[in-house]
């Protein structure tokens, strides 16, 4: 069968922060334009004039806007409703000449603000939405800021999303558990993230260290892995917990001391620039969020050897973690069973090593290629 050379267009908001979103399309925009030859334009509204964060390949297009709808975060709510509505105006006026200019085969929505209008426009590509959370955490408000009025407002939100969902060619989301969150659609395929690395450093592990990465939020359950911590660090007094990750650590540094945490072995770190040596100098992997889109680090971690303990949180740890094999599940929330779980893997050295082995292999599902491998199939279908 001839291969066909796609031309691809990709709508995001910007490229300049160090995000799972940005990473993901950075990898795949680079793999498509260098091994499939892919055409690929990736278009932009904001971040003009500021460096990528992730490097992309020279064969890839970048077209930036410059709507710069992140004004919107620095105004007055009345002042903002006129703004944005301007800004959306200008914006949908923008993506349909540049598309009617490109004429793609395929257009891929990351399912930002121009999902409001990417069906009008009538540039013969297929239109393609993206999504990289889960349904129930899509319009996400932290814990303690959802009143009324922002829960109707999120409910009319979604009955408008599914309306606009359903007149696209296809939606792709990240895990089959997230794929029963969406009845209302028939359009809809499951393809993973890819692991963002190949991985070069590999866990002995020998070093006593249990290690969580995540930025320094409510989503991703630290406080609940401090609980966990303060259950076990008495039983293993040669171990310790490292958490590397952006944000604020004010809270959990409080908490600390709340629960009376040995601070010499639990070491709360800012974001790191290496973070395989650092799965590499740990043993045991702990995920606590109280929900994921995906969850890449889990798969990181597990490409690098560590075994791993997670909640069972929407969505991700399920479809990446094999119970028992390459990791351990837990009730979500359930701070007693992630403890308990903790304690068995830190002290069992040959279930680590088990886990360590079938990990190794049960995540090669990830790896680039293959990801790379379903897209192209996607594409041809």
């Not at 996400?140 to 009955?159: L, P, S, V, Y």
């Not at 060619?169 to 895990?175: A, P, S, Y």
């Amino acid at each position: 069968m001839d291969e066909k050379r796609y031309k691809i267009v990709y709508l995001t908001p910007a490229l300049y922060m160090a995000g799972g979103v940005e990473r993901v399309l950075t990898l795949k925009a680079n793999y498509f334009a260098e091994h499939f030859d892919y055409d690929i334009t990736i278009i932009l509204t904001d971040g003009q004039g500021k460096p990528l964060f992730y490097p992309l390949s020279d064969k890839v297009k970048v077209i930036n806007l410059d709507i710069n709808f992140e004004e919107l975060w620095t105004c007055s709510f009345v002042k903002k409703v006129f703004i944005y509505l301007k800004k959306q105006r200008q914006y949908k006026k923008r993506v349909r000449e540049e598309l009617m200019s490109l004429r793609p085969d395929i257009t891929i929505s990351l399912l930002r603000r121009e999902i409001n209008f990417i069906n009008d426009i009538k540039d013969g590509s297929r239109k393609i939405g993206e999504l990289h959370v889960n349904r129930a955490n899509y319009r996400n408000f932290e814990a303690g800021d959802a009143n009324f009025i922002k829960k109707t407002f999120a409910k009319f939100w979604m009955r408008s999303l599914v309306s606009k969902l359903k007149m696209l060619d296809h939606f792709v989301i990240l895990t089959h558990e997230d794929r029963q969150a969406w009845p209302e659609l028939s359009n809809v395929s499951v393809i993973p993230d890819p692991l963002s690395f190949v991985s070069t450093q590999q866990s002995s592990l020998t070093e006593k260290r249990v290690i969580a990465v995540g930025r320094y939020v409510y989503q991703k359950g630290f406080d609940l892995l401090l609980q966990a911590w303060a259950l076990v660090e008495k039983q293993y007094p040669d171990w310790q917990l490292a958490v590397f990750g952006d944000g604020d650590r004010t809270s959990y540094e409080q908490q600390m001391k709340d629960l009376k945490i040995d601070g010499s072995r639990c070491h709360l770190n800012g974001p790191t620039t290496n973070i395989q040596q650092e799965y590499a100098n740990s043993s045991l992997f702990v995920f606590s969020s109280r929900f994921e889109g995906f969850g890449m680090v889990l798969v990181e971690a597990i490409a690098c050897g560590l075994p791993v303990v997670s909640f069972a949180c929407p969505c991700g740890p399920k479809d990446i973690v094999c119970d028992g094999e390459d990791g351990l599940l837990v009730e979500n929330g359930n701070v007693e069973a992630l403890a308990s779980a903790m304690s068995r893997v830190m002290s069992d050295e040959a279930l680590r090593l088990s886990m360590s082995q079938a990990g190794k292999q049960n995540v090669l599902r990830f790896s680039m290629e293959q990801i790379a491998e379903r897209w192209k199939a996607f594409f041809q279908k």
